[in-house]
């Protein structure tokens, strides 16, 4: 076998020969049941294995494009509520609920308080509201 992966069938033949290692051993009852060469197999294997990924490219994370689109994302990274972000913005669920459907503007209190408590640049605010 090459010394490295060089086409997605050849990452495949890999990854089957790993499987094919880790049921032995699985069956066996550890690592330890396989032959020295087997190991040593099993770990070139699997080094060539992470070459091969970590040379593939991510897939490009969406950027938000709108203001909402950036208050939901960063309530989704802190796993915050609605009422849960209205609380620490110091607004109503209400106003918030409206400002995330489009039917109320951004003023300048709560756009300091986007950028004060959700770390969002003022330039983004002041492009996007």
Same mark, same amino acid.
């Given at each position: 076998? #090459? ?11 890999? /990854?089957? $020969?790993?499987?094919?290692? !880790? ?16 190991? +040593? +197999?099993?770990?070139? !294997?699997? /080094? !060539?294995?992470?070459?091969?990924? +970590?040379?593939?490219? &991510? ?7 709108? &203001?909402?689109? /950036?208050?939901?994302? @960063? ?5 915050? $509520? ?14 918030? #609920? ?6 109320? $503007?951004?003023?300048?209190? !709560?756009? @300091?308080? &986007?950028? #004060?408590? &959700? $770390? ?7 492009? @996007?509201?």
């Amino acid at each position: 076998m #090459s010394y490295n992966i060089n086409t997605e069938e050849e990452y495949r033949q890999v /990854m089957e $020969k790993i499987e094919t290692y !880790l049921q032995q051993a699985t069956r066996g009852g550890g690592f330890h049941t396989l032959a020295p060469q087997e190991r +040593d +197999d099993l770990q070139r !294997l699997s /080094m !060539l294995a992470e070459a091969w990924e +970590d040379n593939i490219p &991510l897939m490009p994370i969406r950027q938000p494009q709108t &203001l909402i689109e /950036m208050i939901e994302l @960063k309530m989704y990274e802190r796993k915050l $509520k609605q009422k849960d972000l209205a609380a620490l913005l110091g607004i109503s669920p209400t106003r918030l #609920s409206e400002v995330l459907q489009g039917k109320r $503007k951004v003023n300048l209190d !709560l756009a @300091k308080r &986007l950028y #004060s408590v &959700l $770390k969002i640049s003022p330039e983004f605010i002041l492009e @996007k509201a």
